[in-house]
């Protein structure tokens, strides 16, 4: 491995002041190499490229990303829910690169540290200097025996793809009454309330609707052994799921979807081993398992034996082996709950740092494994389940962050997309001011 100051195989191409590349440029640009390669240009991957040009916009960055369109997927949830249309949490994805910055819009394939440089699926070679590995999680719905053949008809769902949200909100609102199942599974997965959020809007809806809600079994299935990893947030949800008659499966993980008899089939876990169980259900969401996509697995920059996420310093955010490589997001190792939310707090530290390496300066920034999980508890109360490595609470409020409460969810639908869109995508740093917009609308 060689050190940033040791790379003179590699020219900088640094710009004049000045004079910066638009955005997509990238489709001629094949064979390059870059001062600073960014993979993967999510949540994650923007931030990182914003807070970089705004701290220098003589910096040559560029970014790989194969989509021409970028999600706000914490508003899937909202979609699911039929709060707002898929359209709301999507744009361009040109419209979100900041000015300044190259697009190779290319998917990555190999990742090849020891050469400094990625190679894209389409047989390009682009080298770099300094690398920010954040391609997000990998959904493996190959991993659930018939899902793919059910997904999106007869009352299969997720909110885990953009080709299936939309229908969640259909099954939700078509529902005739029976046995409504919704999952979760063994693996990490990107928003861990997510799979209980969606529960808890079609409880709402069920509820609403007399006939459909005498008539309706709600079952929450999750092979984890509690509601939520933190034990504050997990007995408030007790509360909850008490309170709304919904049944709780534990260690129940689902393995086959049988879509002709509508059986959901799960290994469960008891203290005898493992059982085979089957539910019948009349409409189920899925949430499926997850893991590090692939290419990053099968490349020297994979953590050993634990899942091949990207091997970083849990607070410097620093590749273990290759000093050069930073990773942030969900396809790094960071022992935290994978959300946006940990993304905000973790860009900051990493471009921190690589500035600092860059400049040969010690690596001071340091994660604290911040991260949070706006629970929907219904369609007028959330739970802001905000906490810190170890799950200790970090509420951003003076306020018991365990209670259901009405701002919380106005904060989810109206001012958490617009601080995404508005202040995260465009490099602000997570300064206290912020948070201003939430704080007004909680003391109101
Ligand atoms: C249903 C749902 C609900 C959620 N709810 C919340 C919530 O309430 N709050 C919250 O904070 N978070 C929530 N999240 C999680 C949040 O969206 C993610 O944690 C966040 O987007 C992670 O950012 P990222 O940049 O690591 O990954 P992403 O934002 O997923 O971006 C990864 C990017 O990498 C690109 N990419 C993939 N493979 C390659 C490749 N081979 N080469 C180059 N580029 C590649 C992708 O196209 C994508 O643009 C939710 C997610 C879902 C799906």
Redesign the pocket.
Known sequence: MSLPGQLSQIAHHTQPAGQNNTPNEASADSNKQHQIVI?????????VAAQLLKHSRSLDVAI????DK????????LV?GGVAPLSTYTRD?QAVLPEGVTWIQ????QLDPDQNR?I??DGRAIAYDYLVV?????IDWHLIKGLEDALGKHGVTS???KES?SYTWEAIKNFKGGTAIFTQPATP???G??PQ??MYMADDTFKGKSSVGINTKVAFCTAAPSMFPVPEYSAALNQVVKRRNIITKFQHNLKEIKADTQEAVFDVTTDNGVEEVSLHYDMIHV?PPMSA?D?IKQSPLAIAGAGGWVDVDKETLQHARYPNVFS?????SLPTS???????KEAPVAVQNLLSLMQSQPLTARYDGY????L?TGYNSLIMAEFLYGGKLAPSFPLDPTQERYSMYLA?VHV?PWLYWNRMLKGAGFEADMLKPINQLVHS
Request: net charge positive; aromatic share 6%; glycine share 14%.
């Open positions: 993979v993967g240009g999510g949540a994650a991957g923007i931030t790989i990303e194969p989509s970028h999600h706000y997927q914490p508003g899937w949830t699911g994805e290319a998917r990555v394939a990625v894209t699926e954040c391609p997000g999680i990998q909110n885990y793809s949200v997965i990107k928003c309330g997510a959020k969606i949430t996509p290419f942030l997001g969900d396809a790094s994978k959300t946006a939310a940990a993304v905000r991260t949070c999980c706006p929907i989810k958490l």
